[in-house]
């Protein structure tokens, strides 16, 4: 099957903390390669959560004709 090109932009993803909805979540440890469990803390509050498969912030791409 022949290559398939298009633009694309970048955007940026981020977690507002459950606890005080105004700190952004980052991660702060690695995954954990069975589980996916990645370790995050809020930049303000300090609070603690687990996500899994994604970190915080990251990037993704989208085509320039894509709302995200």
Not at 27 to 51: E, L, S, Y
Request: proline share 7%.
């Amino acid at each position: 099957m022949p290559e398939l090109k298009r633009e694309v932009r970048p955007i940026e993803v981020n977690y507002v903390c459950d606890a005080c909805g105004k700190g952004m979540m980052a991660a702060c440890g690695d995954m954990d390669p069975k589980t996916g469990a990645i370790d995050h803390r809020c930049m303000i509050c300090d609070h603690q959560q687990v996500f899994s498969w994604q970190p915080y912030p990251r990037v993704e791409h989208i085509g320039l004709d894509e709302n995200f």
